[in-house]
């Protein structure tokens, strides 16, 4: 066993069904070769004792029901919410939220957002690259939970992001078991819950037979083709869902969803020597009579895998194999794999974060906010000039930005991205010039987005006036209403733009009509 602790994670199951399996199940720990073929061969279930190494924790708390709730609707944690709402700029609209969160790649703002479509905008992955912001990620997630120590910034990270995205719930009152080792089933539903919007969901009945009932059931089905155990010949029943996942496994379903091709063309040839602590044991199944004149017998996968993690020196099976040398040709692991332990919880989102910002099966993009419907006629027939139809209109709501950062997706300035929203005047010198000025409904909008009073949109009588509240405004100087400057200077210096806490980059151009 590699001299590695092992025990095996536990899991409570109704009476009856531990009856049928204590009757049917043959244990596993320290089986020969024979013993497995004879369980095999009869027809008996395998509890798969995945190693779990000496930091892997018991979870701590109450369990909390799972749930599934479009994002802006979300209210669990809600300290972490606010503070990461704070630090990314994410705003209240009429509608939900607006921000870096609750943007599509077609840059509308979209409330049921998933974890992928995010790690596909480069405005929240700057967030992260930028230590600032990423230590106000982690200050906001340590005051949330309890069980996350104060120099474990990235496992903060990581375990903010599943319970502000609601991957898995946390346990009660305020623990997020970022080291406690995770199940088949709950991965299989933190993937899906990953990179699906919420939505009506049909149960499978075939998969709720052959694993049980369970809550993660309507999730984990939507991955089951991706599993290295699936329900195909029973690979997946009642107890190996319920048991903890290898990372080997873990890791498969990852590469087998997100990155199928680079699987399926890979060169085990050229790439053997990579890995450290795995080698392809080739056809494990086979050698072994789990597969037997072609037949593949029941569970034939679960039983392969046991074996593997018993005599880890021959090697792991080769699609086990191939799935850790494409995610170590991707980054999402080094060459020391550790295949045959559980996979912990921060493990699993940080494994899960990285597989989604490398996924290219769509483009990344760069908006900070979203273009949005706000339910306002905002047009009229005669002038075609944009007007507020009600007093209470919410001033978020009227932000619409819509950044697209006038950055490419590798950070590079590109002046043809920058949209720019409709003025009075084309030029920054043209609204200097003006000495009487007067805001369109827009400019007022866009004034209040960016934190100003009605005192200083009042004030401003000319277009320096409205060039100086605009500098004040995005350096955070609230201080000075807007009114006659001195400042002749119409060019933004560099040290004036947004500042990181803000979620927004110091390299950035200003939006709209800057």
């Not at 850790?324 to 989102?349: H, M």
Request: contains cysteine; negative net charge; charged residues 25%.
């Amino acid at each position: 066993m590699s001299g590695k602790f092992m025990r095996v994670k536990r899991f409570i199951i109704p009476t009856l069904t531990a009856v049928i399996i204590a009757s049917q199940l043959m244990g596993c720990a320290a089986m020969t070769q024979s013993e497995l073929l004879q369980a095999i061969n009869n027809g008996d279930q395998i509890e798969i004792e995945v190693i779990e190494p000496g930091f892997v924790e018991d979870e701590q708390g109450q369990e909390t029901a799972l749930s599934w709730t479009e994002l802006a609707s979300l209210t669990t944690n809600a300290d972490l919410r606010s503070g990461w709402d704070d630090t990314l700029g994410i705003i209240r609209t009429d509608e939900g939220k607006n921000g870096v969160f609750y943007v599509n790649e077609a840059g509308d703002n979209e409330n049921n957002n998933t974890l992928k479509v995010v790690m596909h905008n480069r405005a929240f992955v700057q967030s992260l690259e930028s230590e600032d912001s990423l230590t106000a990620l982690a200050d906001a997630s340590l005051k949330n939970y309890a069980d996350i120590e104060d120099n474990e910034t990235m496992k903060a990270v990581y375990m903010g992001i599943n319970g502000y995205f609601n991957l898995l719930p946390d346990n009660e009152p305020n623990y997020a078991n970022p080291d406690s080792s995770l199940m088949r089933n709950e991965f299989m539903a933190m993937v899906y819950r990953a990179d699906t919007p919420v939505q009506e969901i049909t149960a499978d009945e075939n998969f709720a037979t052959a694993v049980g009932k369970s809550d993660y059931n309507i999730y984990a089905q939507g991955v089951n083709d991706n599993a290295y155990l699936s329900t195909e010949n029973k690979n997946l029943d009642n107890l190996t869902y319920n048991g903890a996942i290898s990372r080997a496994e873990a890791i498969y379903l990852i590469v087998n969803r997100y990155f199928s091709e680079d699987f399926n063309s890979v060169d085990l040839n050229s790439s053997k020597s990579s890995l450290t602590d795995a080698k392809d044991g080739g056809d494990i199944a086979t050698k072994q009579k789990f597969i037997e004149n072609d037949k593949m017998k029941d569970r034939w996968r679960a039983y392969e895998l046991q074996y593997a993690i018993q005599n880890p020196d021959d090697g792991l099976p080769t699609d086990l194999y191939k799935a850790l040398v494409v995610a170590n040709q991707k980054g999402l692991i080094s060459a020391t794999t550790r295949w045959d332990e559980a996979i912990t919880r921060s493990e699993a989102v940080e494994l899960l974060v990285t597989a989604l910002q490398q996924d290219a099966t769509m483009e990344t993009f760069n908006y900070k906010l979203g273009n949005y419907d706000s339910g306002m006629d905002t047009t009229t027939e005669s002038t075609g000039t944009v007007e507020e139809s009600t007093d209470n209109t919410s001033t978020e709501s009227k932000a619409e930005i819509n950044e697209n950062d006038s950055k490419t997706s590798e950070g590079e300035a590109n002046e043809d991205n920058v949209e720019q929203t409709t003025s009075n005047s084309d030029s920054l010198d043209d609204i200097a010039s003006a000495k009487s000025y007067t805001l369109s409904e827009q400019e007022k909008a866009d004034l209040r987005a960016l934190g100003a009073t009605e005192e200083q949109i009042n004030n401003v009588k000319s277009g320096q006036d409205f060039i100086d509240l605009v500098y004040k405004l995005v350096n955070g100087d609230s201080s000075s209403a807007g009114g006659s400057s001195t400042n002749d200077s119409n060019t933004v210096p560099e040290s004036d733009m947004l500042p990181p806490a803000q979620g927004i980059p110091e390299e950035d151009t200003l939006p709209g009509w800057m």
